[in-house]
Protein backbone atom coordinates (compact mmCIF):
# COMPACT_ATOMS: atom_id res chain seq x y z
CA UNK A 1 0.00 0.00 0.00
CA UNK A 2 1.00 3.17 -0.65
CA UNK A 3 0.18 6.19 0.91
CA UNK A 4 0.06 9.64 -0.29
CA UNK A 5 -0.41 12.38 2.30
CA UNK A 6 0.57 15.86 3.33
CA UNK A 7 0.28 19.61 2.10
CA UNK A 8 -1.37 18.79 -1.55
CA UNK A 9 -3.79 17.02 0.65
CA UNK A 10 -5.26 20.08 1.86
CA UNK A 11 -4.61 22.47 -1.03
CA UNK A 12 -6.60 19.40 -3.56
CA UNK A 13 -2.77 19.42 -6.12
CA UNK A 14 -1.35 16.66 -6.90
CA UNK A 15 2.24 18.32 -7.23
CA UNK A 16 2.45 21.26 -4.68
CA UNK A 17 4.31 24.48 -5.46
CA UNK A 18 6.68 24.47 -2.73
CA UNK A 19 4.81 27.74 -1.67
CA UNK A 20 2.70 26.36 0.24
CA UNK A 21 2.33 27.49 3.79
CA UNK A 22 2.89 24.79 6.75
CA UNK A 23 0.34 26.19 8.57
CA UNK A 24 -2.21 24.35 6.48
CA UNK A 25 -0.98 21.00 7.27
CA UNK A 26 -3.99 20.07 10.10
CA UNK A 27 -5.06 16.66 10.02
CA UNK A 28 -7.33 16.82 13.37
CA UNK A 29 -7.97 13.28 13.50
CA UNK A 30 -5.31 11.81 12.17
CA UNK A 31 -4.75 7.79 13.06
CA UNK A 32 -2.11 6.07 11.81
CA UNK A 33 -3.16 2.47 13.66
CA UNK A 34 -6.49 2.81 11.55
CA UNK A 35 -4.05 2.87 8.29
CA UNK A 36 -2.31 0.21 9.59
CA UNK A 37 -6.14 -1.15 10.59
CA UNK A 38 -7.04 -0.99 7.34
CA UNK A 39 -4.49 -2.18 5.81
CA UNK A 40 -3.56 -5.27 8.09
CA UNK A 41 -8.01 -6.29 7.25
CA UNK A 42 -7.05 -5.73 3.05
CA UNK A 43 -4.18 -7.88 3.66
CA UNK A 44 -1.51 -5.75 2.86
CA UNK A 45 2.34 -6.47 3.54
CA UNK A 46 3.86 -3.39 2.91
CA UNK A 47 2.89 0.33 3.56
CA UNK A 48 4.94 3.09 1.68
CA UNK A 49 4.41 6.67 3.06
CA UNK A 50 5.59 10.02 1.03
CA UNK A 51 7.85 11.49 4.00
CA UNK A 52 8.62 14.50 1.58
CA UNK A 53 6.72 14.97 -2.14
CA UNK A 54 7.77 17.62 -4.91
CA UNK A 55 6.71 20.51 -2.83
CA UNK A 56 9.61 19.40 -0.19
CA UNK A 57 7.27 19.52 2.86
CA UNK A 58 7.95 17.01 5.29
CA UNK A 59 6.21 14.50 7.59
CA UNK A 60 9.08 14.84 9.91
CA UNK A 61 11.19 16.46 12.31
CA UNK A 62 13.63 17.16 10.23
CA UNK A 63 17.16 19.02 11.73
CA UNK A 64 17.80 20.30 8.19
CA UNK A 65 14.38 22.57 7.08
CA UNK A 66 11.93 23.80 8.81
CA UNK A 67 9.75 23.40 6.06
CA UNK A 68 8.00 20.37 8.04
CA UNK A 69 5.44 19.50 11.07
CA UNK A 70 7.73 21.43 12.89
CA UNK A 71 5.85 25.01 11.87
CA UNK A 72 2.60 23.37 11.33
CA UNK A 73 0.24 23.59 13.73
CA UNK A 74 -1.01 19.49 13.76
CA UNK A 75 -0.14 18.73 17.19
CA UNK A 76 1.72 21.89 18.07
CA UNK A 77 4.44 21.27 15.74
CA UNK A 78 5.52 18.35 18.29
CA UNK A 79 4.55 16.05 15.98
CA UNK A 80 5.60 13.15 13.65
CA UNK A 81 3.95 11.56 10.96
CA UNK A 82 6.45 9.03 10.07
CA UNK A 83 7.04 8.10 13.63
CA UNK A 84 3.20 7.07 13.98
CA UNK A 85 3.08 5.37 10.89
CA UNK A 86 5.93 3.31 11.50
CA UNK A 87 4.84 1.90 14.96
CA UNK A 88 1.17 2.01 14.11
CA UNK A 89 2.41 -0.29 10.77
CA UNK A 90 4.92 -2.82 12.92
CA UNK A 91 2.28 -3.15 15.70
CA UNK A 92 0.09 -5.07 12.78
CA UNK A 93 3.22 -6.98 11.40
CA UNK A 94 3.46 -4.63 8.25
CA UNK A 95 6.42 -4.06 6.52
CA UNK A 96 7.36 -0.01 6.13
CA UNK A 97 8.68 1.83 3.35
CA UNK A 98 9.74 5.23 2.57
CA UNK A 99 9.64 7.54 0.26
CA UNK A 100 11.48 10.92 -0.33
CA UNK A 101 11.28 13.00 -3.64
CA UNK A 102 14.50 13.76 -5.15
CA UNK A 103 12.38 16.85 -6.65
CA UNK A 104 12.10 19.59 -3.97
CA UNK A 105 10.26 22.24 -5.39
CA UNK A 106 10.86 24.74 -1.90
CA UNK A 107 14.07 23.57 -0.92
CA UNK A 108 16.73 26.81 -2.37
CA UNK A 109 19.67 25.11 -2.80
CA UNK A 110 18.02 23.05 -5.54
CA UNK A 111 19.35 22.75 -8.70
CA UNK A 112 23.01 23.16 -7.03
CA UNK A 113 24.76 19.52 -7.16
CA UNK A 114 26.96 20.06 -4.29
CA UNK A 115 23.85 21.87 -1.99
CA UNK A 116 21.54 19.81 -2.60
CA UNK A 117 22.86 16.70 -2.51
CA UNK A 118 24.36 17.21 0.54
CA UNK A 119 21.03 18.10 1.89
CA UNK A 120 19.73 14.87 0.30
CA UNK A 121 22.19 12.78 1.78
CA UNK A 122 21.61 14.58 5.40
CA UNK A 123 17.93 13.30 5.35
CA UNK A 124 18.48 9.93 3.83
CA UNK A 125 21.16 9.52 6.78
CA UNK A 126 18.70 11.39 9.40
CA UNK A 127 15.31 8.94 8.24
CA UNK A 128 17.54 5.37 8.04
CA UNK A 129 19.14 6.64 11.67
CA UNK A 130 15.57 7.43 13.53
CA UNK A 131 13.51 4.65 11.72
CA UNK A 132 14.54 1.17 12.01
CA UNK A 133 13.76 -1.84 10.28
CA UNK A 134 12.57 0.08 6.97
CA UNK A 135 12.02 -2.42 4.35
CA UNK A 136 11.81 -0.52 1.23
CA UNK A 137 12.93 3.49 0.01
CA UNK A 138 11.47 5.04 -3.22
CA UNK A 139 13.48 7.20 -5.07
CA UNK A 140 10.43 8.63 -7.34
CA UNK A 141 12.40 10.00 -11.10
CA UNK A 142 9.34 12.34 -11.68
CA UNK A 143 10.13 16.03 -12.42
CA UNK A 144 8.46 18.70 -13.75
CA UNK A 145 9.10 20.02 -17.35
CA UNK A 146 10.91 23.14 -16.33
CA UNK A 147 12.21 22.20 -13.10
CA UNK A 148 15.46 23.29 -12.44
CA UNK A 149 18.50 21.42 -14.46
CA UNK A 150 20.75 19.47 -12.08
CA UNK A 151 22.51 15.87 -11.26
CA UNK A 152 21.31 13.55 -8.69
CA UNK A 153 24.10 11.55 -6.78
CA UNK A 154 22.08 8.11 -6.80
CA UNK A 155 25.18 6.19 -6.14
CA UNK A 156 25.63 8.00 -3.39
CA UNK A 157 22.52 7.52 -2.22
CA UNK A 158 22.20 4.28 -2.53
CA UNK A 159 25.30 3.03 -1.15
CA UNK A 160 24.78 4.97 2.26
CA UNK A 161 21.37 3.57 2.04
CA UNK A 162 23.10 0.13 1.96
CA UNK A 163 25.14 1.60 4.74
CA UNK A 164 23.09 2.04 7.05
CA UNK A 165 20.13 -0.22 6.82
CA UNK A 166 22.02 -3.45 4.42
CA UNK A 167 18.37 -5.45 4.24
CA UNK A 168 16.24 -2.50 2.47
CA UNK A 169 15.05 -2.64 -1.52
CA UNK A 170 15.70 0.70 -3.61
CA UNK A 171 13.24 1.57 -5.70
CA UNK A 172 14.22 3.83 -8.74
CA UNK A 173 13.19 4.13 -12.16
CA UNK A 174 16.42 1.52 -12.65
CA UNK A 175 16.92 0.12 -9.29
CA UNK A 176 19.49 -1.31 -8.42
CA UNK A 177 16.94 -3.80 -6.44
CA UNK A 178 13.43 -2.64 -7.98
CA UNK A 179 12.19 -1.11 -10.78
CA UNK A 180 9.67 0.70 -11.87
CA UNK A 181 7.04 -1.01 -14.59
CA UNK A 182 7.04 2.30 -17.04
CA UNK A 183 3.17 2.95 -16.51
CA UNK A 184 1.16 4.03 -13.42
CA UNK A 185 -1.87 2.49 -14.55
CA UNK A 186 -1.25 -0.57 -12.98
CA UNK A 187 -0.30 -2.61 -15.73
CA UNK A 188 2.72 -4.63 -16.95
CA UNK A 189 3.58 -5.55 -20.16
CA UNK A 190 2.10 -9.20 -21.23
CA UNK A 191 5.72 -10.40 -21.84
CA UNK A 192 7.23 -9.40 -17.86
CA UNK A 193 10.77 -10.28 -17.63
CA UNK A 194 12.26 -9.73 -14.15
CA UNK A 195 15.75 -9.34 -15.58
CA UNK A 196 16.87 -5.49 -17.28
CA UNK A 197 20.35 -4.76 -18.52
CA UNK A 198 20.56 -1.39 -16.39
CA UNK A 199 22.90 0.51 -19.16
CA UNK A 200 20.49 -0.01 -21.32
CA UNK A 201 17.76 2.49 -19.74
CA UNK A 202 19.90 5.27 -21.72
CA UNK A 203 18.87 3.42 -24.98
CA UNK A 204 16.65 6.68 -25.30
CA UNK A 205 13.28 7.93 -23.97
CA UNK A 206 11.26 6.61 -26.87
CA UNK A 207 12.00 2.83 -26.05
CA UNK A 208 12.65 3.55 -21.92
CA UNK A 209 8.77 2.76 -21.16
CA UNK A 210 8.74 -0.07 -22.93
CA UNK A 211 11.84 -1.58 -21.78
CA UNK A 212 10.62 -1.29 -17.78
CA UNK A 213 7.00 -2.53 -19.37
CA UNK A 214 8.56 -5.98 -20.67
CA UNK A 215 12.30 -6.57 -18.56
CA UNK A 216 15.00 -8.21 -21.24
CA UNK A 217 14.88 -12.22 -21.17
CA UNK A 218 18.79 -11.55 -22.20
CA UNK A 219 19.17 -8.59 -19.24
CA UNK A 220 22.02 -9.82 -16.59
CA UNK A 221 20.65 -7.18 -13.77
CA UNK A 222 18.16 -8.81 -11.44
CA UNK A 223 15.26 -6.32 -11.31
CA UNK A 224 11.50 -7.55 -10.87
CA UNK A 225 8.63 -4.54 -11.36
CA UNK A 226 6.83 -2.86 -9.12
CA UNK A 227 3.16 -1.37 -10.66
CA UNK A 228 2.01 1.20 -8.63
CA UNK A 229 -1.37 2.97 -9.12
CA UNK A 230 -3.81 4.73 -7.00
CA UNK A 231 -6.96 2.93 -5.89
CA UNK A 232 -8.85 6.59 -6.53
CA UNK A 233 -7.66 9.15 -9.94
CA UNK A 234 -5.24 10.88 -8.01
CA UNK A 235 -2.81 10.25 -5.94
CA UNK A 236 -3.79 12.67 -3.22
CA UNK A 237 -6.47 12.51 -1.56
CA UNK A 238 -9.71 14.98 -3.51
CA UNK A 239 -13.27 15.08 -2.23
CA UNK A 240 -14.45 14.82 -5.53
CA UNK A 241 -13.23 11.41 -6.45
CA UNK A 242 -13.97 8.09 -5.37
CA UNK A 243 -12.51 5.07 -5.19
CA UNK A 244 -12.13 2.69 -8.41
CA UNK A 245 -14.79 -0.12 -8.62
CA UNK A 246 -13.56 -3.71 -7.83
CA UNK A 247 -14.16 -5.08 -11.25
CA UNK A 248 -11.42 -2.48 -12.05
CA UNK A 249 -9.14 -3.30 -9.38
CA UNK A 250 -9.53 -7.12 -10.11
CA UNK A 251 -8.00 -6.27 -13.76
CA UNK A 252 -5.32 -4.72 -12.26
CA UNK A 253 -4.48 -7.36 -10.26
CA UNK A 254 -4.12 -9.36 -13.48
CA UNK A 255 -1.97 -7.23 -15.16
CA UNK A 256 0.63 -6.61 -12.22
CA UNK A 257 0.26 -10.00 -10.16
CA UNK A 258 -0.78 -12.07 -12.29
CA UNK A 259 2.11 -10.71 -14.80
CA UNK A 260 4.89 -11.48 -12.71
CA UNK A 261 5.14 -8.17 -10.78
CA UNK A 262 4.39 -6.42 -7.26
CA UNK A 263 1.31 -4.39 -7.42
CA UNK A 264 1.88 -1.03 -5.15
CA UNK A 265 -1.83 0.23 -4.57
CA UNK A 266 -2.28 3.91 -3.27
CA UNK A 267 -4.92 4.40 -0.35
CA UNK A 268 -4.64 8.40 0.09
CA UNK A 269 -5.61 9.84 3.49
CA UNK A 270 -8.11 12.44 3.81
CA UNK A 271 -8.68 15.83 5.40
CA UNK A 272 -8.99 14.33 8.35
CA UNK A 273 -6.34 12.07 8.35
CA UNK A 274 -8.30 9.07 7.85
CA UNK A 275 -8.48 6.70 5.13
CA UNK A 276 -12.20 7.21 4.08
CA UNK A 277 -14.25 4.60 4.89
CA UNK A 278 -15.57 4.37 1.40
CA UNK A 279 -12.02 2.96 -0.01
CA UNK A 280 -11.88 0.66 2.94
CA UNK A 281 -14.46 -0.91 2.29
CA UNK A 282 -13.75 -1.23 -0.98
CA UNK A 283 -10.14 -2.62 -0.05
CA UNK A 284 -12.64 -5.23 1.65
CA UNK A 285 -14.17 -6.27 -1.10
CA UNK A 286 -11.06 -6.32 -3.27
CA UNK A 287 -9.45 -8.73 -0.52
CA UNK A 288 -12.59 -10.74 -0.73
CA UNK A 289 -12.81 -11.08 -4.27
CA UNK A 290 -9.13 -12.42 -4.27
CA UNK A 291 -9.58 -14.89 -1.44
CA UNK A 292 -12.93 -16.14 -3.16
CA UNK A 293 -11.56 -16.80 -5.99
CA UNK A 294 -8.12 -18.46 -4.99
CA UNK A 295 -9.23 -20.07 -1.98
CA UNK A 296 -9.74 -23.18 -4.03
CA UNK A 297 -7.77 -24.75 -6.35
CA UNK A 298 -9.57 -27.34 -9.17
CA UNK A 299 -6.33 -28.98 -10.03
CA UNK A 300 -5.88 -30.67 -6.23
CA UNK A 301 -8.56 -32.98 -7.35
CA UNK A 302 -7.27 -33.83 -10.62
CA UNK A 303 -4.78 -36.69 -12.08
CA UNK A 304 -1.51 -34.59 -12.74
CA UNK A 305 0.56 -35.45 -15.53
CA UNK A 306 3.60 -34.83 -16.93
CA UNK A 307 6.16 -35.10 -19.86
CA UNK A 308 9.02 -36.50 -18.06
CA UNK A 309 10.74 -36.30 -14.37
CA UNK A 310 14.15 -35.67 -13.01
CA UNK A 311 14.89 -37.45 -9.99
CA UNK A 312 12.24 -36.58 -7.02
CA UNK A 313 11.12 -33.78 -9.00
CA UNK A 314 7.65 -35.14 -9.19
CA UNK A 315 4.25 -33.46 -10.44
CA UNK A 316 3.10 -33.47 -7.11
CA UNK A 317 5.69 -30.73 -5.86
CA UNK A 318 3.31 -28.48 -8.06
CA UNK A 319 0.28 -28.96 -5.55
CA UNK A 320 1.94 -28.23 -2.29
CA UNK A 321 1.80 -25.23 -0.64
CA UNK A 322 5.54 -24.22 -1.25
CA UNK A 323 5.82 -22.19 -4.02
CA UNK A 324 9.03 -21.43 -3.97
CA UNK A 325 11.70 -24.06 -3.15
CA UNK A 326 9.60 -27.22 -4.42
CA UNK A 327 8.84 -27.88 -7.99
CA UNK A 328 8.13 -30.07 -10.89
CA UNK A 329 11.49 -30.81 -13.13
CA UNK A 330 11.62 -32.35 -16.03
CA UNK A 331 14.56 -34.08 -17.49
CA UNK A 332 17.33 -32.39 -19.06
CA UNK A 333 17.31 -35.49 -21.24
CA UNK A 334 14.20 -34.74 -23.19
CA UNK A 335 16.24 -34.87 -26.72
CA UNK A 336 14.93 -31.20 -27.24
CA UNK A 337 11.49 -32.01 -27.10
CA UNK A 338 8.90 -29.51 -25.22
CA UNK A 339 8.01 -30.14 -21.54
CA UNK A 340 4.27 -30.46 -20.72
CA UNK A 341 1.79 -30.79 -17.75
CA UNK A 342 -1.76 -31.92 -18.11
CA UNK A 343 -4.12 -31.92 -15.55
CA UNK A 344 -7.36 -34.29 -15.69
CA UNK A 345 -10.57 -34.67 -14.41
CA UNK A 346 -11.30 -37.78 -12.12
CA UNK A 347 -15.01 -37.67 -12.79
CA UNK A 348 -16.99 -34.97 -13.53
CA UNK A 349 -15.17 -32.44 -16.12
CA UNK A 350 -13.88 -29.09 -15.28
CA UNK A 351 -15.25 -25.76 -14.77
CA UNK A 352 -13.12 -22.98 -14.72
CA UNK A 353 -11.58 -19.50 -15.92
CA UNK A 354 -8.47 -18.58 -14.65
CA UNK A 355 -5.04 -20.81 -15.14
CA UNK A 356 -2.12 -20.10 -12.58
CA UNK A 357 1.38 -21.14 -13.55
CA UNK A 358 4.14 -20.28 -11.18
CA UNK A 359 7.88 -20.76 -11.73
CA UNK A 360 10.03 -21.36 -8.74
CA UNK A 361 11.41 -18.26 -8.96
CA UNK A 362 14.21 -18.47 -6.62
CA UNK A 363 15.81 -20.55 -9.26
CA UNK A 364 15.50 -17.55 -11.38
CA UNK A 365 12.84 -16.72 -14.26
CA UNK A 366 13.12 -19.40 -17.42
CA UNK A 367 9.96 -19.84 -19.65
CA UNK A 368 9.62 -17.63 -22.76
CA UNK A 369 6.52 -19.12 -24.53
CA UNK A 370 3.83 -21.56 -23.39
CA UNK A 371 0.65 -22.87 -24.60
CA UNK A 372 -2.65 -23.86 -22.48
CA UNK A 373 -5.02 -26.41 -24.28
CA UNK A 374 -8.22 -27.86 -23.36
CA UNK A 375 -9.69 -30.68 -24.44
CA UNK A 376 -6.64 -30.62 -27.41
CA UNK A 377 -7.98 -26.63 -28.15
CA UNK A 378 -5.63 -24.23 -28.10
CA UNK A 379 -6.99 -21.41 -25.24
CA UNK A 380 -4.06 -19.71 -24.70
CA UNK A 381 -0.67 -18.46 -26.24
CA UNK A 382 1.64 -17.19 -23.61
CA UNK A 383 5.21 -15.97 -23.64
CA UNK A 384 6.59 -14.89 -19.90
CA UNK A 385 5.36 -16.74 -16.50
CA UNK A 386 8.02 -16.10 -13.41
CA UNK A 387 6.66 -15.58 -10.16
CA UNK A 388 3.21 -15.39 -10.98
CA UNK A 389 1.19 -16.07 -13.86
CA UNK A 390 -2.83 -15.59 -14.10
CA UNK A 391 -4.69 -16.00 -17.17
CA UNK A 392 -8.30 -15.26 -17.62
CA UNK A 393 -10.40 -17.00 -20.11
CA UNK A 394 -11.28 -14.10 -22.64
CA UNK A 395 -14.31 -16.36 -23.99
CA UNK A 396 -15.55 -16.74 -20.76
CA UNK A 397 -16.30 -20.17 -18.68
CA UNK A 398 -14.41 -23.41 -19.65
CA UNK A 399 -15.63 -26.69 -19.87
CA UNK A 400 -13.32 -29.47 -20.50
CA UNK A 401 -11.77 -32.78 -19.27
CA UNK A 402 -7.77 -31.86 -20.09
CA UNK A 403 -5.68 -29.02 -19.27
CA UNK A 404 -2.73 -29.06 -20.88
CA UNK A 405 0.18 -26.58 -19.97
CA UNK A 406 2.95 -26.92 -22.79
CA UNK A 407 6.23 -24.89 -22.70
CA UNK A 408 7.59 -24.32 -25.88
CA UNK A 409 10.90 -22.07 -25.14
CA UNK A 410 12.82 -21.47 -22.09
CA UNK A 411 16.19 -20.17 -20.91
CA UNK A 412 17.06 -23.52 -19.36
CA UNK A 413 14.94 -26.47 -18.13
CA UNK A 414 11.62 -24.81 -16.85
CA UNK A 415 10.89 -25.55 -12.74
CA UNK A 416 7.37 -25.05 -12.45
CA UNK A 417 6.50 -24.20 -8.38
CA UNK A 418 2.61 -24.28 -8.53
CA UNK A 419 -0.21 -25.12 -11.20
CA UNK A 420 -3.69 -24.16 -10.10
CA UNK A 421 -7.40 -23.57 -12.05
CA UNK A 422 -9.58 -21.58 -10.74
CA UNK A 423 -12.96 -20.42 -10.88
CA UNK A 424 -13.63 -16.07 -10.60
CA UNK A 425 -16.81 -15.47 -10.02
CA UNK A 426 -16.30 -11.76 -10.80
CA UNK A 427 -15.38 -12.32 -14.37
CA UNK A 428 -18.58 -12.00 -16.23
CA UNK A 429 -18.19 -12.34 -20.42
CA UNK A 430 -21.03 -12.82 -23.18
CA UNK A 431 -19.50 -15.56 -24.23
CA UNK A 432 -19.14 -19.35 -22.75
CA UNK A 433 -16.77 -21.81 -24.82
CA UNK A 434 -17.47 -25.75 -24.31
Known amino acids: MFLHFGVNTFTDNEWGTGQESPAIFNPTGLNTTQWATVAADAGISLMILTAKHHDGFCLWPSKYTHHSVISSPWQGGKGDVLKDFVNAATAQGIDVGIYLSPWDRHDPRYGNDLLYNQYYLAQLQELLHKYQNVREIWFDGAKGANAKNMSYYFSDWFSMVKALQSSINIFSDAGPDVRWVGDESGSAGDTCWSTVNRTSLSIGASNITQYLNTGDPKGTDWLPAECDVSIRDGWFWHKSQTPKKLSELLDIYYNSVGRNCVLLLNVPPNTTGLIPHSDAQRLKEFKSAIDTIFHENLAEDCFIKVSSQRGGFGAENMLDSDHMWSYWAPSDNDGGKDHWVEIWAKDEGLRFNVIRIQEAIGLGQRIKRHEIYVDGKLMIKGTTVGYKRLHRADGGEVHGRVVRIRII ?26
Request: hydrophobic letters at 40%; aromatic letters at 16%.
Open 409 to 434: KARGVPLLSSIGLHFDPFWHSKFTVN
